[in-house]
């Protein structure tokens, strides 16, 4: 995984130097799908396990993407993981200096942001579920080398163990203005909630939905408040699609879609969001 992140980014900068010297006319930036991490408690185990988790997950593409190399504490995360799992990788100097090229040239970050991560500290073999059917509490993340994921008491989450947290959202936004203080403005490019959409009658009533979004809304606009420059939000999604890991059960749309005729019908938060971008008011 670090090699292929590595290879990712260093593929990123490459493009993102010619664009820039070809002088294309627009704009080039990269999206990163990045989940806050948190730890379980105030035990120094379990914050050194979330450490290592967002060290992986996030710390090392910020890293990548706005310094051009890794910092002290993210190569540190990464040898600690390495050698937990007897893994390797092989950075070329070659690679940061286009890297480091490209730190000051992305015009934007785009940002998938859905849920967080309560993490502990976890010593065993690596075990991992993927819950891609909406049973909730069958979701197992365990990693090696960095921690376990739970569920916290009195957090919601969805039926997809998703952890529903617009906190987190926010610290991650004040953090990439505190951190990388050069980057230039950030899109919010996917946010939504997957759901068990009930169809009666040509009516959708997703009061979830919207529960969901107004408090995630409300805390991206906290994170405008406190000076962070976001210029877009964009909902996922519009209309339900093929989800690549939960197939056609986890519905994401304001639109419901009959998939074996082809309707669309306006779910309960196709009319709320409309009022929403209308009058630029989250209620």
Same mark, same amino acid.
């Given at each position: ?86 893994? *390797? ?49 069958? *979701? ?36 990439? =203005? ?58 996922? *999604? ?28 306006? =779910? ?16």
């Amino acid at each position: 995984v670090i090699q292929c992140l590595h290879n990712m980014m260093y593929a990123h900068a490459r493009v993102v130097n010619l664009f820039k010297e070809k002088g294309y006319l627009g704009e080039i930036g990269v999206v990163h799908s990045l989940e806050t991490k948190y730890p379980a408690t105030d035990s120094e185990e379990d914050k050194y396990a979330a450490f290592l988790d967002d060290a992986l997950s996030i710390r090392f593409l910020l890293d990548a993407t706005y310094l051009g190399y890794y910092s002290n504490e993210t190569m540190e995360a990464l040898n600690k993981i390495c050698a937990a799992n007897n893994a *390797s990788y092989e950075f070329l100097e070659s690679d940061f200096e286009e890297m480091k090229k490209a730190s000051h040239r992305n015009d934007y970050l785009g940002i998938n942001h859905y849920q967080c991560h309560f993490v502990k500290a976890y010593q065993g073999e690596s075990t991992i579920h993927h819950n891609g059917t909406g049973d909730k509490g069958t *979701s197992v993340y365990k990693v090696k080398g960095i921690g376990e994921r739970i569920y916290k008491e009195g957090i919601e989450r969805t039926d997809w163990d998703w952890i529903i947290y617009p906190e987190g959202l926010y610290d991650l936004l004040l953090r990439i =203005k505190k951190d990388y203080p050069h980057y230039q403005k950030i899109y919010i490019t996917e946010n939504g909630m997957g759901y068990k959409d009930e169809f009666d009658n040509g009516i959708v009533m997703d009061k979830p939905r919207i529960d969901y979004l107004k408090v995630y809304l409300q805390s991206l606009s906290k994170a405008i408040d406190a000076g962070v420059v976001v210029k877009g939000y964009f909902l996922w *999604s519009l209309m339900d699609v093929f989800s690549w890991s939960n197939g056609y059960n986890k519905r994401y749309g304001l639109f419901y879609v009959d998939f074996e005729t082809q309707k669309r019908y306006p =779910k309960e938060s196709a009319y709320w969001y409309k009022h929403v971008s209308e009058t630029k008011i989250v209620i």
